[in-house]
């Protein structure tokens, strides 16, 4: 079963940037980030699967960018832009065999929820912490 690790978290100012890193032991369909801010919960943020299509919640659509290193398997998450909304204890989750990970982010934002996402994903990280002070 794959397993995942992240890192990259840390403090930056409003307006900065940060790169989050994530390394899967092996490879896998799709992959995706989420985060869980402190009292709420947990929500997802981007999505790749294996041909390199991409999709992103709006809240960080044009902020955030997802990519993945195959050769590797590592998934990256460049985050611009950045405000205190954004503070969060962030995840690299993967879905080893179901490549439908992008249209599953549309659906669950349609629905307005991330929960049946989250139920179908095969390894989470343990989390990194990002703060973003104003």
């Known amino acids: 079963q794959v397993r995942v690790s992240e890192s990259g978290g840390g403090s930056v100012q409003a307006g900065g940037s940060l790169r989050l890193s994530c390394v899967a032991s092996?490879?896998?369909?799709?992959m995706a980030w989420f985060r869980r801010a402190l009292g709420k919960e947990r929500e997802g943020l981007a999505a790749?699967?294996?041909?390199?299509?991409?999709a992103y919640a709006d809240s960080v659509k044009g902020r955030f960018i997802i990519s993945k290193d195959n050769s590797k398997n590592n998934l990256y998450l460049q985050m611009n832009s950045l405000n205190s909304d954004d503070t969060a204890t962030y995840y690299c989750?993967?879905?080893?065999?179901?490549?439908?990970?992008?249209?599953?982010?549309?659906?669950?934002?349609?629905?307005?929820?991330?929960?049946?996402?989250?139920?179908?994903?095969?390894?989470w990280g343990q989390g990194t912490l990002v703060t973003v002070s104003s």
């Open positions: 790749i699967d294996g041909d390199g299509n991409t």
């Open positions: 989750a993967a879905d080893e065999m179901d490549g439908s990970i992008c249209s599953e982010v549309v659906g669950a934002e349609a629905r307005g929820s991330w929960d049946q996402l989250i139920d179908s994903l095969d390894a």
């Open positions: 092996t490879h896998s369909a799709g």
